[in-house]
């Protein structure tokens, strides 16, 4: 399993990697680059929207409709727009929660919080 080597590891403010642990766009950019896709380190210093954000949206994100493999998902989390997975296939996503750290479960228990799907526009093959 492509992910076996990080389930499990805890979920750290801003972390960016396995010693550390991993914040949900931690996880992300990791699980995107063992797929050939670069997702740009964006260090969230508020939950609010800032310029830097909403330009980083419009360069690296495209909305889709429903989810595809390696597409990152917005989730509504304490009620505001801030929390992330990858979709990985078979209605399922990896994310990192307080509780379990990095984990997998499937997308139908954030039914009603899910805000969109996004495809990543710079890969790298």
């Known amino acids: 399993m492509l992910y076996e080597d990080l389930l499990g590891i805890k979920f750290t403010p801003h972390g960016r990697n396995r010693i550390d642990g991993y914040d949900c766009y931690g996880i992300a950019i990791e699980v995107l680059f063992r797929n050939g896709i670069v997702l740009p380190d964006l260090y969230y210093k508020s939950v609010r929207p800032t310029e830097e954000l909403v330009d980083f949206v419009k360069a690296f994100l495209h909305k889709i409709e429903k989810p595809e493999k390696n597409c990152l998902i917005e989730i509504e989390a304490y009620g505001n727009p801030s929390h992330v997975g ?3 296939g078979d209605g ?20 009603g919080k899910i805000l ?4 990543v526009n710079n890969k790298s093959f």
């Open 86 to 88: 990858v979709y990985i």
């Open 116 to 119: 969109g799907y996004y495809n």
């Open 92 to 111: 399922l996503f990896i994310h990192t929660t307080l509780k379990n750290g990095c984990c997998i479960e499937p997308l139908s228990h954030y039914r």
